[in-house]
């Protein structure tokens, strides 16, 4: 699958949208939570049986608006990730817990839809396991996932699927490059977000009497 499968299915459900849109001003302060479908982007080789599997976690985002047309971002996300790598024709993939924050500006290009860039770092936790490996047990090469933190960057593209007053179904679509990927190992990965974003803060306009 195409990293870029999740940024074009978020423009056709562009045009199925309905609901009251969501206005960004500054002082807004909302949030959303939902389910986290990711994946490593690796797709694979003849040569071997090795693959990445679609996985779940859970995201949280929350954005702080300091204009109409952008807003601060921080997000959190669960995940196990898995870190594909290779050496002389050999591979081998690693998983582990993860907690992967981002921290960005998302800009509003209109009232259904956004995108977000940060940068992004992800903490691992706990002991990574071997999922997949070519090599000669006791021979295995390292991956990140043996790594404390790794950083890269995130780009997110959201649009609404339906929204109330207060309450907002979102769609979010995110793509993670990792910038301290080891030699020849996939660590980017990509994924999809079902949310329900909820709006804490909202500025309200002061009506004077003429």
Not at 16 to 22: D, E, F, K, T, V
Not at 87 to 116: C, D, N, P
Not at 121 to 147: C, L, Q, W
């Amino acid at each position: 699958m195409s990293k870029f499968n999740f940024f074009v299915i978020t423009a056709i459900l562009h045009y199925s949208i309905s609901g009251l849109a969501y206005s960004a001003a500054e002082g807004n302060i909302t949030s959303y939570f939902g389910p986290y479908l990711y994946k490593t982007n690796f797709s694979g080789t003849q040569k071997s049986e090795v693959h990445s599997p679609t996985l779940a976690g859970f995201g949280l985002v929350v954005n702080g608006d300091i204009n109409n047309k952008g807003s601060l971002e921080i997000g959190i996300f669960q995940m196990n990730k898995v870190y594909m790598r290779e050496e002389l024709g050999k591979f081998i993939g690693e998983q582990t817990a993860l907690v992967h924050i981002t921290m960005g500006y998302r800009r509003w290009f209109s009232e259904y839809v956004s995108g977000s860039l940060s940068l992004s770092s992800g903490y691992s936790m706990g002991s990574p396991k071997i999922v997949h490996s070519d090599f000669v047990p006791g021979s295995e090469i390292n991956t990140s996932a043996r790594d404390t933190t790794e950083y890269g960057f995130d780009l997110a593209l959201q649009t609404e699927l339906y929204s109330q007053p207060t309450y907002a179904v979102v769609f979010d679509a995110r793509y993670s490059l990792s910038v301290t990927n080891k030699k020849n190992e996939n660590a980017d990965h990509y994924g999809m977000m079902l949310g329900l974003r909820h709006t804490y803060q909202e500025k309200k306009e002061n009506k004077n009497l003429k």
